[in-house]
């Protein structure tokens, strides 16, 4: 069974930093494209950041400079370090299996002063 737990969500200053991680189980990360997504309140469903099984990864534009995705091999997790945050980046962010079509539940991430 497939099972990605998504936590490090929270509320942050603009300018500020987080570090969203996803747990997976059920699958091996080194053998599948990881995802990250966020959702914002009234907008689709946007990717953000790709690892691929490689190790090669691509963030959107929306976010290059500020957000780095990574994974540890040995705890079977994948990462999203964000920083210099805005109020734009308020959305719920979800880990995504490309090979199985599996997501997390989501968590929740508000940039506001």
């Known amino acids: 069974q497939v099972q990605l737990v998504e936590s490090g969500g929270g509320l942050v200053q603009p300018g500020g930093s987080l570090r969203l991680s996803c747990a997976a189980s059920?699958?091996?990360?080194?053998?599948?494209?990881m995802d990250w997504y966020r959702q914002a309140p009234g907008k689709p469903r946007e990717c953000i950041a790709t690892?691929?099984?490689?190790?090669?990864?691509n963030v959107a534009d929306s976010v290059k400079g500020r957000f780095t995705i990574s994974r540890d091999i040995a705890k079977n997790t994948v990462y999203l370090q964000m920083n210099s945050l805005k109020p734009d980046d308020t959305a719920v962010y979800y880990c995504?299996?490309?090979?199985?079509?599996?997501w997390g539940q989501g968590t929740q991430v508000t940039v506001s002063s």
């Open positions: 690892i691929t099984s490689g190790g090669s990864t």
């Open positions: 059920g699958i091996t990360v080194t053998r599948d494209s």
């Open positions: 995504h299996s490309a090979r199985t079509g599996y």
